[in-house]
């Protein structure tokens, strides 16, 4: 089943869906209906129906479903959602920035963000493998940028139609609202007896996703040849600068890398594809030589501490500061990261505002300089 209601830049991927049903590739139904909110109260009675459901949107439109994320997270619908990153309002604008995403970062739905066309599609195919399966059950956002990945035109590696079915599977989920043999209730009245349970289970469903993540990488490996890993590192297993980044921008990044490399500066760039839940530890783990990061936050943050993703780095670096000291007490010979690590926020592209080769070049050139004493730098501002 496909709930959708039309939403730039997102409406291509129901147009699309609509083509392959009356073409008969596909046995669904596409529920057109009157708003956003109901795309998603849809979607949750079709998932807890005994249908695979899939639904896409972006910016206003995730909003106005915000109470519905909460509801299929808690009502364990494993959801697929195209989420095409782009600017919340207002004022209006319909470019990429990742204000809607990170709107629904605490929802309990697994993110994955997507630097590519290729992303977007192996994301798609493993998030369904992840979501639907029995130890996770939680809907699933496949994030991709606005115009800059949805309306590009790419090259991309595909698998024939029966190879993914046969990955993927039936789908499955135990609950099944038109089973009347087997009569259930969802979403009833969860007093103060049973909640806090209820949303751990959920915390612990999300921790599931991550060992899950990694079964269904190397299931998927197997098939396609291609290694999907929580974070893409690229130069930084020996380097001492880094920027942290998600979506297409990394491939930006990816490229003054290069430069720099054959000017002989050890740089590298870290790109981030699983956001929820958010992969600490391999974060740690590539971060170990690591002096200098600059983590990019392609969102307005009002909390005046930093952006989404800096607060989840600096938690993480938090972590392996706390893990050296204990290191230190039992006395082992282990490298312990440099604790006196900097990390630098820089705001950018809000609004679909360009960012180039230029400007990553600055920024790689204002983090090497250490001049700068700013938590939070905005890059591109006029």
Not at 128 to 150: H, R, Y
């Amino acid at each position: 089943m496909f709930p959708s209601f039309p939403i730039t830049p997102s409406t291509e991927i129901p147009e699309y869906f609509s083509k392959y049903i009356a073409d008969g590739k596909i046995i669904s139904n596409l529920i057109l209906v009157e708003s956003e909110h109901s795309a998603m109260s849809a979607a949750i009675g079709s998932s807890l129906s005994s249908a695979r459901t899939a639904t896409a949107t972006s910016s206003n439109g995730l909003a106005y479903m915000w109470e519905m994320l909460h509801i299929a997270a808690s009502m364990r619908a494993p959801i697929i959602m195209e989420l095409v990153c782009r600017s919340i309002s207002g004022p209006l604008n319909i470019h990429n920035d990742h204000s809607d995403a990170m709107g629904m970062k605490d929802t309990g739905w697994i993110m994955l963000f997507s630097k590519n066309n290729q992303d977007v599609y192996d994301n798609t195919i493993i998030g369904t493998m992840i979501a639907e399966n029995s130890n996770v059950l939680l809907p699933i956002a496949i994030c991709q940028d606005g115009f800059i990945t949805s309306h590009s035109i790419e090259n991309i590696e595909i698998l024939e139609d029966d190879e993914v079915t046969k990955l993927v599977g039936k789908y499955n989920n135990k609950v099944n609202l038109l089973d009347k043999e087997n009569p259930v209730t969802v979403g009833p009245l969860d007093l103060p007896t049973h909640l806090f349970e209820h949303k751990r289970l959920q915390v612990e469903a999300l921790a599931n996703a991550k060992k899950i993540f990694k079964e269904t990488s190397e299931k998927y490996e197997k098939i396609s040849g291609r290694k999907i890993n929580m974070i893409d590192t690229y130069m930084v297993e020996d380097a001492d600068t880094v920027i942290i980044a998600i979506g297409s921008t990394a491939e930006t990044i990816e490229e003054v890398v290069d430069r720099r490399r054959k000017n002989g500066e050890k740089v590298g760039v870290i790109a981030i594809r699983m956001f929820r839940p958010f992969p600490e530890e391999e974060i740690i783990s590539a971060l170990r030589n690591v002096k200098n990061i600059a983590v990019m936050d392609k969102v307005m943050d009002y909390s005046l501490n930093g952006g989404p993703l800096y607060k989840e780095i600096i938690s993480a670096i938090y972590g392996m500061k706390e893990k050296n000291k204990d290191r230190d007490k039992e006395k082992e010979k282990k490298k312990d990261v440099d604790k006196n690590i900097i990390v630098s926020n820089y705001i950018y592209g809000i609004g679909g505002r360009d960012i180039g080769v230029d400007d990553i070049e600055g920024i790689f050139d204002d983090i090497l300089d250490n001049s700068n004493n700013e938590k939070i730098r905005y890059v591109g501002l006029k």
